[in-house]
């Protein structure tokens, strides 16, 4: 029974994992789309303010995680 329930759960983290991953790529490409746009309106493409409300959001437990995700979008719209 045990190993059974050790699978279930461990198929609920994949199926979580891959939506992650999924809503992750989507925002990184909306962060390419704002890189561009911030290009196009002669804006600077990091924004402190906005970062900080952005992780403010979420539960301490993921700022880290939030901070790693604002970090690669910063990269992204650095070099669209």
Do not use: N, T, W
Not at 17 to 30: F, G, P, T
């Amino acid at each position: 029974m045990k190993e059974l329930d050790l699978e279930a759960l461990r198929k609920r983290i994949d199926y979580i994992d891959r939506e992650i991953a999924s809503l992750i790529q989507e925002r990184l490409e909306i962060c390419r789309e704002l890189g561009e746009l911030k290009r196009s309106l002669g804006l600077p493409v990091r924004d402190p303010e906005r970062e900080k409300e952005v992780v403010s959001r979420v539960p301490p437990r993921l700022h880290r995680i939030f901070k790693i995700i604002i970090e690669e979008c910063v990269s992204i719209q650095e070099s669209s």
